[in-house]
């Protein structure tokens, strides 16, 4: 059912540090952030030539990464994004496996305006899971 990578996602305590870490010494082509209300969270992609990588920082009082900066507060890896072509078949094939599905099981719209959802880290070896619906 999954695709390619669509992203690694870092959470960052400070995002201009961040970025100018990629920009600087990693050298890389990094875009401009962006603020996604309903995920609570800054937004910055930095394109590489097989993926992406997405900085995030928390947004607002209520963020849902607060507890992982508590928990990292120097940051560290978030989620990882896989790509599939439908994210209503890969609802109701994960719910029909029993996979838990973060919220209220409806998909979001992600930072790229696709419709995206989260799997919890629980059932997949400890790593929280972003689906992305790409039309390819
Ligand atoms: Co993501």
Known sequence: MIGALNHIAIAVPNLDEAMEKYAGPLGAKVGKPKD???HGVTVVFIDLPNTKIELISPLGKNSPILSFMKKNPAGGIHHICYEVESISNAISKLTKDGAMILGDS????GAHGNPVIFLHPKDFNGTLIELEEVKS
């Open 36 to 38: 996604l209300i309903e």
């Open 106 to 109: 409806k998909p979001k719209i």
